[in-house]
């Protein structure tokens, strides 16, 4: 059979389909990359491959939301670019990654974005997509957001408080920056940490003689981090924006956007394979090479007990997807920061590790079931960023992006037996339970048993349109209840102070006090209540002295 027909028919048979809201038993039936049919005994055209899958899980393939391959960033490019990184993400379940159109300020974004299409088309291995970078702020800026909406499938801008003179907006801009992804259905991603804080504090840890990788975490703990999750999300909130917090990275942060969760704001977040499996006292490792290696932004956290917390929040959905930001440079690249850690490259790996690492750490962990690890690995990030039901389940007309995984079988990672092209890998000697066997993408086979049958460009870009329901139906309630409403009274017709002159004296003096110029109904704490015994009109109304103190208005 050519492989043109068989690739074009599939048969998965005797596996257990693992979706976000069930696992079920199930043969699944594809013809020309599309899930045609599923169930037991079906009936199906003759010439179709045949996968064995008895005893193992077939799941949809992952969804990594975060990459970033071959990013041109601090002077370097990352080592793993849209052929290496795809072909990593194929082997280790991942069929699809949302990568970034990220470029300098003053950069038209519609130039950037051909400029990456460019670079990732003749490459990728799986299914692929882009978030916009919005790095500066001006009308062509506005304009160009809505034309990458409208004519070229974009529907995420990332913005970030971070990277102060590179990529940092202040508040005012990031302002209308929401104002605009909510004009036109897009969502807002955010690098959430304080920049100006974090270029006084490298300084500080300079002048103190601090060089090191450990110097890297010391100017940006997770207060640093948590401070700008609030105001992100405080300054979105404020125009009904939805607001996606990439790399969440500590507990503090992570406890801002669940409150914010539970207060009913449009928020998700999204922590990596980094803090999810390993924390930062590594930083502090004493062989450099080692310590540099972790250095990421926002930084690992020292706090031990960090991995967990957050496993745990993904589990109870306090957290919602997971990504990467796999942005890789070799151990020679990181040395170019040897005598100052601000110089050394920012990014670690994790595209081909992400689904075992949290197979490992919250499946077998007993944190979570598979269909919360299908949710949080594939499915809700097809929600959030609108590719459901295309992508992220296994279900009749989906595409058949899917992964064999078996959960028994362990895998011992090593920066000596991993397919990224980058030298080192953060979980390096990690023992993990969730191994791929087979990964299929758009109904290939392209990868079994640990071989790869990939072609450069085989991938495609996969556009998303705005407004995707998972988002946009909650920010379209939250409207209802969001709009400031003016409260109508009768013109304010009393005394009015008049402007000092040139030299700080009161034209005319005030006018004595008359009585009666305030009907306030008691509004609660903060002031001096004096009653108007003798207020006829008003019986029962109290005067409310302004918060913090007595007023010198005063009746009586
Ligand atoms: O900040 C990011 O997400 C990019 C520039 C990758 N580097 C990193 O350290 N996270
Ligand atoms: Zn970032
Ligand atoms: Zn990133």
Same mark, same amino acid.
């Given at each position: 059979?050519?492989?043109?027909?068989?690739?074009?028919?599939?048969?998965?048979?005797?596996?257990?389909?693992?979706?976000?809201?069930?696992?079920?038993?199930?043969?699944?039936?594809?013809?020309?990359?599309?899930?045609?049919?599923?169930? @037991?005994?079906?009936?199906?055209?003759?010439?179709?491959?045949?996968?064995?899958?008895?005893?193992?899980?077939?799941?949809?393939?992952?969804i990594?939301?975060?990459?970033?391959?071959?990013?041109?960033?601090?002077?370097?490019?990352?080592?793993?670019?849209?052929?290496?990184?795809?072909? !990593?993400?194929?082997?280790?379940?991942?069929?699809m990654?949302?990568?970034?159109?990220?470029?300098?300020?003053?950069?038209? $974004?519609?130039?950037?974005?051909? @400029?990456?299409?460019?670079?990732?088309?003749?490459?990728?291995?799986?299914?692929?997509s882009?978030? /916009?970078?919005?790095?500066?702020?001006?009308?062509?800026?506005?304009?160009?957001?809505?034309?990458?909406?409208?004519?070229?499938?974009?529907?995420?801008?990332?913005?970030?408080?971070?990277?102060?003179?590179?990529?940092?907006?202040?508040?005012?801009?990031?302002?209308?920056?929401?104002?605009?992804?909510?004009?036109?259905?897009?969502?807002?991603?955010?690098?959430?940490?304080?920049?100006? /804080? %974090?270029?006084?504090?490298?300084?500080?840890?300079?002048?103190?003689?601090?060089?090191?990788?450990?110097?890297?975490?010391?100017?940006?703990?997770?207060?640093?981090?948590?401070?700008?999750?609030? &105001?992100?999300?405080? %300054?979105? =909130?404020? /125009?009904?924006?939805?607001?996606?917090?990439?790399?969440?990275?500590?507990?503090?942060?992570?406890?801002?956007?669940?409150?914010?969760? &539970?207060?009913?704001?449009?928020?998700?977040?999204?922590?990596? !394979?980094?803090?999810?499996?390993?924390?930062?006292?590594?930083?502090?490792?004493?062989?450099?090479?080692?310590?540099? +290696?972790?250095?990421?932004?926002?930084?690992?956290?020292?706090?031990?007990?960090?991995?967990?917390?957050?496993?745990? $929040?993904?589990?109870?959905?306090?957290?919602?997807?997971?990504?990467?930001?796999?942005?890789? *440079?070799?151990?020679?690249?990181?040395?170019?920061? @040897?005598?100052?850690?601000?110089?050394?490259? =920012?990014?670690?790996?994790?595209?081909?590790?992400?689904?075992?690492?949290?197979?490992?750490?919250?499946?077998?962990?007993?944190?979570?079931?598979? =269909?919360?690890?299908?949710?949080?690995?594939?499915?809700?990030a097809a929600?959030?960023f609108n590719l459901y039901?295309r992508k992220g389940?296994?279900?009749?007309?989906?595409?058949?992006?899917?992964?064999?995984?078996?959960?028994?079988?362990?895998?011992?990672?090593? !920066?000596?037996?991993?397919?990224?092209?980058?030298?080192?890998?953060? *979980?390096?000697?990690?023992?993990?339970?969730?191994?791929?066997?087979?990964?299929?993408?758009?109904?290939?086979?392209?990868?079994?048993?640990?071989?790869?049958?990939?072609?450069?460009?085989? +991938?495609?870009?996969i556009?998303r349109?705005?407004?995707?329901?998972?988002?946009?139906?909650? %920010?379209?309630?939250?409207?209802?209840?969001?709009?400031?409403? @003016?409260?109508?009274?009768?013109?304010?017709?009393?005394?009015?102070?008049?402007?000092?002159?040139?030299?700080?004296?009161?034209?005319?003096?005030?006018?004595?006090?008359? &009585? =009666?110029?305030?009907?306030?109904?008691?509004?609660? !704490?903060? +002031?001096?209540?004096?009653?108007?015994?003798?207020?006829?009109?008003?019986?029962?109304?109290?005067?409310?002295?302004?918060?913090?103190?007595?007023?010198?208005?005063?009746?009586?």
């Amino acid at each position: 059979m050519s492989a043109g027909a068989s690739h074009s028919r599939l048969l998965i048979k005797g596996g257990k389909i693992v979706n976000a809201d069930r696992t079920f038993e199930a043969d699944i039936y594809i013809e020309n990359g599309i899930i045609q049919q599923i169930g @037991k005994g079906l009936m199906i055209p003759g010439g179709a491959q045949e996968y064995d899958a008895t005893g193992k899980l077939v799941m949809p393939g992952g969804i990594d939301t975060h990459t970033h391959m071959q990013l041109p960033f601090m002077g370097h490019r990352a080592v793993d670019d849209f052929y290496t990184g795809t072909k !990593a993400a194929i082997a280790g379940g991942t069929t699809m990654i949302l990568d970034f159109v990220l470029d300098q300020k003053n950069v038209s $974004l519609i130039e950037a974005y051909n @400029k990456w299409r460019g670079w990732a088309d003749p490459k990728v291995c799986c299914d692929y997509s882009f978030h /916009v970078g919005v790095t500066w702020w001006s009308e062509q800026v506005k304009e160009e957001m809505a034309t990458l909406v409208k004519e070229h499938g974009v529907n995420s801008f990332k913005m970030f408080m971070a990277y102060k003179d590179v990529f940092m907006l202040p508040d005012h801009d990031l302002y209308e920056v929401y104002k605009q992804c909510r004009n036109i259905g897009a969502i807002a991603q955010m690098h959430a940490e304080n920049g100006d /804080v %974090i270029a006084h504090e490298q300084k500080r840890m300079l002048e103190l003689g601090i060089t090191g990788p450990e110097g890297h975490e010391l100017c940006r703990p997770e207060d640093v981090e948590a401070e700008a999750v609030l &105001r992100a999300i405080m %300054i979105s =909130n404020r /125009v009904n924006c939805p607001m996606y917090i990439v790399h969440v990275m500590s507990k503090s942060s992570a406890k801002v956007i669940a409150r914010a969760r &539970r207060e009913g704001k449009v928020v998700f977040g999204e922590p990596i !394979a980094a803090c999810l499996g390993t924390d930062g006292t590594h930083y502090w490792h004493k062989c450099w090479r080692h310590a540099a +290696g972790h250095v990421m932004g926002p930084p690992l956290r020292p706090d031990t007990t960090t991995p967990g917390y957050l496993m745990d $929040l993904l589990a109870n959905g306090d957290l919602e997807c997971t990504g990467t930001d796999n942005c890789t *440079f070799s151990g020679n690249q990181k040395a170019l920061g @040897k005598d100052d850690f601000t110089k050394i490259p =920012n990014g670690v790996n994790g595209v081909e590790d992400r689904m075992s690492v949290i197979w490992e750490k919250g499946v077998a962990s007993g944190k979570m079931d598979e =269909n919360r690890f299908v949710a949080v690995t594939s499915t809700n990030a097809a929600k959030i960023f609108n590719l459901y039901p295309r992508k992220g389940v296994i279900a009749v007309g989906s595409d058949a992006d899917i992964v064999v995984w078996d959960p028994e079988a362990t895998r011992t990672i090593s !920066a000596k037996t991993h397919h990224q092209a980058v030298d080192f890998n953060i *979980f390096e000697g990690m023992v993990c339970h969730g191994v791929t066997l087979c990964t299929i993408s758009r109904g290939k086979i392209v990868y079994q048993d640990g071989k790869f049958n990939v072609s450069a460009g085989d +991938g495609k870009f996969i556009p998303r349109k705005p407004y995707a329901p998972y988002v946009y139906k909650k %920010i379209d309630c939250r409207q209802k209840t969001h709009d400031p409403v @003016k409260v109508e009274r009768e013109p304010y017709t009393g005394p009015v102070a008049t402007l000092p002159d040139e030299n700080g004296v009161p034209k005319t003096p005030d006018t004595p006090r008359s &009585r =009666n110029l305030h009907h306030a109904t008691s509004i609660g !704490a903060g +002031g001096q209540h004096v009653n108007l015994a003798n207020d006829s009109t008003h019986p029962s109304t109290r005067v409310m002295a302004p918060p913090g103190g007595r007023s010198t208005f005063s009746l009586f």
